[in-house]
């Protein structure tokens, strides 16, 4: 069982960076796509939007509303999942949520079986 932990949200002005940090524990993770959903507020689960992923072999992939200002990055060797955000928007108020899976990474969330528990982003105009 893959058990995800992510941490380093907050509160930021517009402008404004943050590093969001997920350290996967209970299984060797190197294998699994990982990526990083978030859910705004008053959305359904089911509406997660997929922000960044990247594969096994390093391949990453954003939304279109976040490239240019977040960078996805992995070590493998600790277990971690990152996302560096920068310029950061009202709009990306959101729980962040770290994913992984067996297959090849996707911004749906369906192609992911292990989900963190999430971290509150909140960015102030």
């Known amino acids: 069982q893959v058990h995800l932990v992510e941490s380093g949200g907050g509160s930021q002005q517009a402008g404004g960076s943050l590093r969001l940090s997920c350290v996967a524990s209970?299984?060797?993770?190197?294998?699994?796509?990982m990526a990083w959903f978030r859910q705004a507020p008053g959305k359904e689960r089911e509406e997660r939007e997929g922000?960044?992923?990247?594969?096994?072999?390093?391949?990453?992939t954003y939304a279109d509303s976040v490239k240019g200002r977040f960078t996805v990055s992995r070590d493998n060797a600790k277990g971690t999942l990152y996302l560096e955000m920068n310029s950061l928007k009202p709009e990306d108020t959101a729980m962040y949520y770290c994913?992984?899976?067996?297959?090849?990474?996707?911004?749906?969330?369906?192609?992911?079986?292990?989900w963190g528990q999430g971290t509150q982003v909140t960015v102030s105009s």
């Open positions: 994913a992984a899976g067996p297959g090849r990474a996707r911004l749906q969330s369906d192609a992911y079986v292990h």
């Open positions: 209970g299984y060797t993770t190197s294998r699994y796509c």
């Open positions: 922000v960044a992923t990247v594969d096994s072999d390093g391949t990453t």
